[in-house]
């Protein structure tokens, strides 16, 4: 799919679900399937139990990922500031980006939260690729 312009909802089963770009509110969820976005400026709610998550670039948003088994790589765009939740029971998680340990206030306007939460899978924050974040 190429790009998202309306607030939309997207489910599978045991298929990959691939969005270019999201300018929206974004709900999905993959039992076995992998998810790919590739830009995404909007809303993130995603959940998945065994497929794995790669986000090309955050670049705004509110951005909350979910997986039991799956591993998830989110790359957040130059210049976007972030605040980074994450946990994992048994998997790792790794950060390119340097992190504080406080909490983004109600009064930082322009920051992009990042929840991410995964029983066994890994998670790693990147610094996303100049030719996704320009």
């Known amino acids: 799919m ?46 998945t139990t065994s497929g794995d998550v790669d986000i090309k670039a955050v670049e705004g948003g509110d951005v909350r990922v979910q997986t039991v088994s799956g591993d998830v790589r989110i790359g957040v765009a130059r210049g976007t500031r972030v605040w980074v939740d994450a946990a994992s029971v048994s998997g790792q ?31 790693s924050i990147v610094r996303a690729s100049e030719a996704l974040s320009s």
């Open 2 to 47: 190429r790009a998202l312009g309306a607030e939309a909802s997207l489910v599978t089963v045991s298929g990959d679900l691939g969005v270019e770009r999201v300018d929206t509110t974004l709900t999905a969820r993959a039992v076995s399937g992998d998810v790919t976005i590739g830009r995404i400026v909007g809303e993130l709610g995603l959940s």
């Open 93 to 123: 998680l790794e950060s390119e980006l340097g992190l504080e340990d406080q909490n983004a206030s109600e009064s930082d306007d322009g920051v992009t939260s990042l929840h991410v939460k995964t029983v066994s899978g890994d998670v």
